[in-house]
């Protein structure tokens, strides 16, 4: 939940510099744990060759999507996880939780939107598949 700490900055309970700092740490964990996922799945018959080429195709969307689709597509992922931290917070049950994070997960992947974290594991596994037309300049732009 990073509206938690944003919080405590704006209320001048912690300095923007520990906020960077957790955001930046939280990027890099995140983006080194896709790209292991990423090349794991990538060796040949650990999943399903459709799956492969299915991630072959979502990296190509991402990659085709010009600036001002991918920024629009990248505010209504931001939305979406916006909603799914106050829906997480409001569940009284951990299966809630769970219903309304995977409810989110299809609804960010299903249309393929431009969030930092999601379409990076799905280019990069695209990617490593060899699936897709996508290259890893074409990772780095998106993420």
Same mark, same amino acid.
């Given at each position: 939940?990073?509206?938690?700490?944003?919080?405590?900055?704006?209320?001048?309970?912690?300095?923007?510099?520990?906020?960077?700092?957790?955001?930046? !740490?939280?990027?890099?964990?995140?983006?080194?744990?896709?790209?292991?996922?990423?090349?794991?799945?990538?060796?040949?018959?650990?999943?399903?060759?459709?799956?492969?080429?299915?991630?072959?195709?979502?990296?190509?969307?991402?990659?085709?999507?010009?600036?001002?689709?991918?920024?629009?597509?990248?505010?209504a992922a931001?939305?979406?996880?916006?909603?799914?931290?106050?829906?997480?917070?409001?569940?009284?049950?951990?299966?809630?939780?769970?219903?309304?994070?995977? !409810?989110?997960?299809?609804?960010?992947?299903?249309?393929?939107?431009?969030?930092?974290?999601?379409?990076?594991?799905?280019?990069?596994?695209?990617?490593?598949?060899?699936?897709?037309?996508?290259?890893?300049?074409?990772?780095?732009?998106?993420?």
């Open positions: 939940n990073f509206l938690i700490p944003v919080g405590a900055v704006v209320e001048q309970r912690s300095p923007p510099s520990s906020l960077g700092r957790l955001w930046g !740490v939280t990027l890099l964990a995140n983006l080194v744990g896709l790209l292991v996922f990423a090349a794991l799945f990538s060796v040949p018959k650990v999943l399903d060759h459709s799956a492969v080429v299915a991630a072959g195709r979502t990296a190509d969307v991402f990659a085709a999507r010009g600036a001002g689709a991918a920024l629009l597509s990248a505010i931001g939305m979406l996880m916006t909603l799914w931290t106050w829906l997480n917070m409001a569940a009284r049950t951990d299966f809630g939780r769970i219903a309304v994070a995977l !409810v989110v997960g299809f609804a960010l992947a299903a249309p393929s939107l431009n969030h930092v974290i999601v379409g990076t594991g799905e280019m990069a596994f695209g990617v490593l598949g060899g699936q897709s037309s996508a290259n890893w300049g074409d990772v780095g732009v998106n993420s």
